[in-house]
């Protein structure tokens, strides 16, 4: 395959913006919402993304035709991983390119996905079958077991696939459906589901992980059957795992035991948040059950709002006030409800709750430098509520980087109103 890739150079990357860099926590908080929100993006064009690193040398490599034979590599950045993360922060970037009119944030998520189509048949041939495919350089992208393999990637490269057309890409979109629609795991109702930690778990994490793409499958292929599948799996999650009483999703169904997991986990529940928005964003206006999905939306929305804490920010166990504050999820919920006061699926009422959210962001979890901090890491299914108390946090963490990028989009159109 030969195609172009839309690099930047360093001076485009690290050219100096109109306002100085913050160099204080204070200084960010006080900062426009642009600044900060630029400030986080140029800080992911700072860490290379199509580079590997030799593992027992330690050599910089541009690309496997550079890898000397019998060298295992390591990707120089998290970022560069074929991982459903990577596709959330490509998505982000994109929109968020798009409405600053920033070319070089469109260019990194074009890069990204080119990157890993020029180089991955390298390491599908060396594969050595040795450990999960997830844990082998773009074993990923070849591989198609789970959601995580293909949804929310299979989602960016749609995105990338309307910029920069490839045949390469629609080959690897059309089998991203096959797998979704008739490879993944079901329930008999057809649910999605996966077979562990317990046969035929329903997971919340997988709303995310299917919508992000059947929604936008629906509007690439103009085939009603991708949006009528995310319906259908927003509605069955919502019987499966919402909880009337808390008026908080749970993060599993086990189908076998016919009850749900111990834990209403933060960034599981926003998933579903964004999932359901991802879905309106492109469902037509008069689209059979549209009004169903909006006001499954609101009752969330309505449910969440009352675990926010006084400072903006929820918990890792939205629950649970012991549990630590928790940034991906508050992301999450930012711009879940940013997203529906500015598309008008809810009133403007609840923009509080977004402003809130945006507001600790900002105050507490953005550093100086562009990192988005407090992030858990990614995180299974556990019994052990304890399990979900002790899940470490991380510096920059690949899971909430496109989170904040959506968040602080949809709080500048917000605001811009």
Known sequence: MKKTLLMFGLAGVFMAQAHAQPKTQEEV??????????????????????????????KIYNSTKEIPKGEDVRF??????????????????????????????????????????DNYEYFKKTFRD???????????LWNFKELDDCGAMGASVIDVHN?????????????????????QHRLEDGTLCRTFPREMTVWADDLYM?????????????????????IHQIIKMDEYLWDPTKQLYYHCYYSDLDRNGVAYWG?????????????????????PKRDEMIAILEKQIVGFSRYQDEDGMWKQLLDKPDSYQEASVTALFTYGVAKAVNQGWIDSGYKSIAQRGWNAMKRDHITPEGKFINVCVGTGISDDLVFYYNRPVG????????????????IMKMNAK
């Open 163 to 183: 910029i920069n057309p490839q045949k390469e890409y629609q080959e690897y979109i059309k089998n991203s459906a096959e797998h979704i629609l008739n490879g």
């Open 267 to 287: 960034r599981a529940n926003g998933w579903i948040t964004f999932a359901i928005a991802d879905l309106l964003d492109v469902l037509p206006a008069d689209y």
């Open 395 to 410: 510096d920059n963490e690949k899971h909430g980087l496109g989170l904040i990028l959506n968040a602080g989009l949809e």
């Open 76 to 117: 120089r950045s998290p970022l560069m991983e074929w991982h459903y993360s990577s596709g959330v922060t490509n998505m982000a970037i994109i929109k968020l390119g798009n409405y600053l009119d920033e070319k070089k944030y469109v260019d990194y998520a074009l890069n990204h996905v080119a990157f890993g189509f």
């Open 29 to 58: 908080y006080k900062a426009s919402d642009e600044e900060v929100i630029r400030l986080v993006a140029d800080h992911i064009l700072e860490q290379p993304v199509t580079q590997f690193v030799g593992v027992s040398d330690g």
């Open 210 to 230: 299917s919508v992000s793409f059947l929604s936008r499958m629906g509007a690439h292929s103009g085939e009603n059957k991708y949006w009528d599948d995310a």
């Open 130 to 140: 040795d450990r999960n495919h997830w844990h082998w350089p773009m074993g990923q």
